[in-house]
């Protein structure tokens, strides 16, 4: 993996490999990277998952197996920018499967407890028209919704 730029480093209980390998088949252009374990210095058992590294469009990731101390919330989230509803239900599809949670506006929270907005790009532009009274439709249809749907949003957006 790359050692410039940024990466974003997740903390799990324990589950830090299970994630990565979740993560990078969720997204068609997932890898995993490096895998370290522990030695016998502790303080995991040795041999045992310590960090993982994984990359997912393009951004790098490592996920960390750093104990119950921390977990997930709200605060961040990551944004998945959708050119389709077909991509819209693939995401959302793949990321509440076996555990995770619909929430509402296209967020949702995905078996680890990590936050994701599912967002069809096409949402940016309608809640940003210089057309207040389209603006306020589709930001209405928007926060009436789980997993957005884009139909639903044009129709919002046009006044239909």
């Known amino acids: 993996m790359i050692t410039h730029g940024f990466t974003t480093c997740l903390w799990f209980d324990g589950r830090a490999e299970e994630a990565a390998r979740f993560y990078t088949s969720v997204f068609e252009d997932g890898r995993i990277g490096k895998v370290s374990r522990y030695t016998e210095a502790g303080p995991g058992p040795a041999g045992s998952v310590v960090t993982v590294d994984f990359e997912i469009n393009g951004q790098k990731f490592v996920a960390l197996n750093g104990g119950p101390e921390f977990s997930f919330t709200e605060a961040v989230s990551f ?75 044009r129709r919002a957006y046009e006044g239909a």
């Open 79 to 153: 944004q998945i920018h959708c050119e389709s509803q077909d991509e819209v239900d693939h995401y959302w599809a793949r990321l509440t499967e076996d555990g995770g949670e619909e929430g509402p506006c296209g967020w949702l929270k995905d078996r680890f407890g990590l936050s994701w907005q599912v967002v069809p790009t096409v949402l940016l532009d309608m809640v940003s028209d210089p057309d207040p009274e389209k603006a306020k439709r589709a930001t209405e249809a928007m926060l009436g919704m789980k997993k957005l749907d884009v139909a639903g949003l």
